[in-house]
């Protein structure tokens, strides 16, 4: 693996762009993980979350030792009505419909007073690790090519590339358990990481489809929803506090 590039200024701001961006889209992927791992007995979870990122390090680096490959994925290989699709495109509107389909079932598994039995009940501990795995690992292979392909767009150097991923597996699995455990503490943050895969989901299928949607309008939309998210956690921690002093008072 060739290190000539460490004395190019250029290519470490490629680098250091990369890294960042690598990091962006392995939030997706990470409120994904937390999201469906905290569906597990809680004995399994952290194990589920350390499999699950392990994979898309895995894939990651799979994908990158086959980078000519990946760029043939961008190729059309079909045309419908004269629009041409890829196998990226296909990919990526596959995956987008899965995370459509299954942030649609978990929202309505959270607002259904009476929520049927799912097969993450921990009355069915075994299917539920093996079926969140599964899952984890289909979605992960959509966010790996998503990360590789942004990758290969972005510098030459397969050196760069490497570095950038697990940087930022790295920091997916730092974030991992901080992250699932304010989730679970917090449904309302559910409910919001929710539409948040909703709308990666709904991006992915565009995507899939030829419009091309830039992913600071995403992720600006993302961090509005998780500020207003935070001013509404910070006015409900406000209203606990003065309930009590409110009923000292009356006596």
């Known amino acids: 693996m060739d290190f000539s590039w460490i004395s190019d200024p250029t290519a470490l701001i490629a680098l250091a762009t990369l890294i960042v961006m690598e990091v962006v889209l392995g939030i997706d992927n990470l409120i994904f993980i937390s999201i469906l ?6 004995s ?12 898309a390090l895995f894939l990651r680096l799979a994908l990158l030792g086959t980078v000519s490959i990946i760029v043939q994925l961008t190729e059309p290989v079909f045309e419908v009505l004269g629009h041409p699709f890829s196998w990226r495109d296909l990919i990526l509107i596959g995956g987008g419909l899965f995370l459509v389909w299954k942030a649609t ?5 959270s607002v259904d007073p009476v929520p049927a039995d799912d097969v993450f009940g921990s009355a069915k501990a075994t299917l539920g690790f093996g079926a969140a795995i599964g899952q984890i690992l289909l979605l992960d292979l959509v966010f790996s090519l998503d990360s590789i392909i942004t990758a290969v767009g972005m510098t030459d150097h ?3 590339m490497v570095i950038a991923v697990i940087f930022a597996v790295g920091v997916m699995l730092a974030a991992a358990d901080p992250l699932s455990r304010f989730i679970h503490a917090n449904p309302t943050v559910v409910m919001l990481a929710l539409g948040f895969l909703m709308m990666i989901g709904m991006t992915l299928i565009a995507e899939g489809f030829g419009a091309h949607v830039p992913k600071g309008y995403i992720y ?6 998780a500020l207003v998210e935070g001013l509404n956690m910070l006015s409900r921690r406000a209203t606990r506090r003065k309930a009590p002093t409110s009923a000292d008072s009356k006596h």
């Open 158 to 160: 397969v050196a760069i």
């Open 220 to 225: 600006a939309a993302m961090a509005f929803s």
């Open 37 to 42: 791992t905290n569906k597990l007995p809680e």
């Open 105 to 109: 079932k978990e929202i309505h598994h």
């Open 44 to 55: 399994q979870r952290s194990r589920a979350r350390r499999i699950g990122i392990g994979l």
